[in-house]
C-alpha cells in the first residue's frame, strides 16, 4: 500500500489545518493507521492513531486535533486546531495491516507516507 499526505502548510498559532492521508494499492479498513511529527532536531513522535471505532493521541494534543478516517474514500485525516508554534513538524502518516492494537511506537507501523510540513507561525 502507498500513503500519501497532504494538507501541510503555514498557519498563525491558534489557527487550523486538516491533514489528510490518502491510501492506495489495496483496502486499509483494516489497518491501524496513526499520524507522526518530527520536528527539527527532535525524534520521531506520535500524534495519535485510529483503529475500529478506538483513538488514541498523544498528551500534547488531546482536546485540539481529531483523528478520523473515511474507509469509502480509504482516507485518514488529522484536524489540528488551535496550533501552536511547538506544534511545528513534519508530519507523517502510517499504517499497519491486520491490527487492532494501537502502538505508539513508530517501529511498530509498516508503511509510512512521505510526510507533510506544518509550520505555525507565533
Known amino acids: 500500500v502507498q500513503l500519501q499526505a497532504s494538507g501541510g502548510g503555514l498557519v498563525q498559532a491558534g489557527g487550523s489545518l486538516r491533514l489528510s492521508c490518502a491510501a492506495s494499492?489495496?483496502?486499509?479498513?483494516?489497518?491501524?493507521m496513526a499520524w507522526f511529527r518530527q520536528a527539527p532536531g527532535k525524534d520521531c513522535e506520535f500524534v495519535a492513531a485510529?483503529?475500529?471505532?478506538?483513538?488514541s493521541y498523544a498528551h500534547s494534543v488531546k482536546g485540539r486535533f481529531t483523528i478520523s478516517r473515511d474507509n469509502a474514500k480509504n482516507t485518514m485525516y488529522l484536524q489540528m486546531n488551535n496550533l501552536e508554534a511547538e506544534d511545528t513538524a513534519v508530519y507523517y502518516c502510517?499504517?499497519?495491516?491486520?491490527?487492532?492494537?494501537?502502538?505508539?511506537?513508530?517501529?511498530?507501523?509498516?508503511?509510512w507516507g512521505q510526510g507533510t510540513l506544518v509550520t505555525v507561525s507565533s
Open positions: 494499492g489495496r483496502a486499509v479498513s483494516n489497518y491501524v
Open positions: 502510517a499504517g499497519r495491516p491486520y491490527s487492532y492494537r494501537i502502538d505508539t511506537s513508530d517501529q511498530w507501523y509498516d508503511n
Open positions: 485510529i483503529v475500529g471505532g478506538s483513538t
